[in-house]
């Protein structure tokens, strides 16, 4: 069964510096891989998956994400974090199977001015 | 911009009354999912449904719980005899095609309270 770990519950970093979520996966074959942000008392946003291809993707909002198959690992990145940019971030994988969406605990982003 | 539609946003019910939360999925979406989430923690999974039919449900998804697409438009989840840990966000998401290579697209969530 597939599984998603994001070590960190809580990532805090100053505006205008780079940040990165961690995400990590377990699957049988290839993963397809999703993040997703919540902001307070919404509902989940799509950000950015990888499914094939290039090992950098990028997404909304200037958020992109490196797809490590060695490392088994997701993680999400922007280079310049803005104070709007703190949300709830969810990492999620699909298995080539499976009709379901298996996401992660979340890692709660603050951005500080 | 087509949008995932949930209603009540916020429901407050007694332990064991019955509770129905509706959704409309965008439509021209053909997979339907409710997943739950306690306290702004992890996103569960509870079912999803394709071709009027369950594909997939979780061990949350017992028998106190059930989905209907009474329409073409709407999608309900109904939850028989509410008990307290049943106090959760649910999110309704659908889904454009078959394919894993699509992402869900999540409603703003009903949040019930049970009391």
């Known amino acids: 069964a597939q599984s998603v770990a994001q070590p960190e519950d809580q990532v805090n970093v100053a505006e205008g510096n780079p940040l990165t979520v961690k995400c990590t996966y377990s699957?049988?074959?290839?993963?397809?891989l999703f993040w997703y942000v919540q902001y307070p008392n919404r509902g989940l946003q799509f950000l950015l998956k990888y499914i094939t291809g290039d090992n950098l993707v990028k997404g909304s909002y200037g958020f992109e994400a490196e797809f490590n198959k060695s490392q088994t690992s997701f993680h999400l990145k922007k280079p310049s974090a803005l104070v709007s940019d703190s949300a709830l971030y969810f990492c999620?994988?699909?298995?080539?199977?499976?009709?379901?969406?298996?996401f992660g605990p979340g890692t709660r982003l603050s951005v500080l001015p | 911009e087509p949008e995932v539609t949930q209603t009540p946003s916020h429901q407050v019910t007694q332990m064991g009354q019955e509770v129905i939360l509706r959704c409309v999925p965008i439509s021209n979406h053909l997979y339907f999912y409710w997943y739950r989430q306690i306290l702004g923690q992890k996103v569960e999974f509870l079912v999803s449904f394709y071709n009027n039919e369950i594909s997939e449900k979780s061990e949350i998804f017992d028998d106190q719980f059930s989905v209907e697409r009474p329409d073409g438009s709407n999608f309900t989840l109904k939850i028989r005899s509410t008990k307290l840990e049943d106090s959760a966000m649910y999110f309704c998401?659908?889904?454009?095609?078959?394919?894993?290579?699509?992402?869900?697209?999540f409603g703003e969530g009903s949040r019930l309270t049970v009391l």
């Open positions: 699957v049988s074959g290839n993963p397809y």
């Open positions: 998401a659908s889904k454009k095609t078959g394919g894993n290579t699509g992402e869900l697209f």
């Open positions: 999620a994988v699909r298995d080539r199977d499976g009709q379901n969406f298996v």
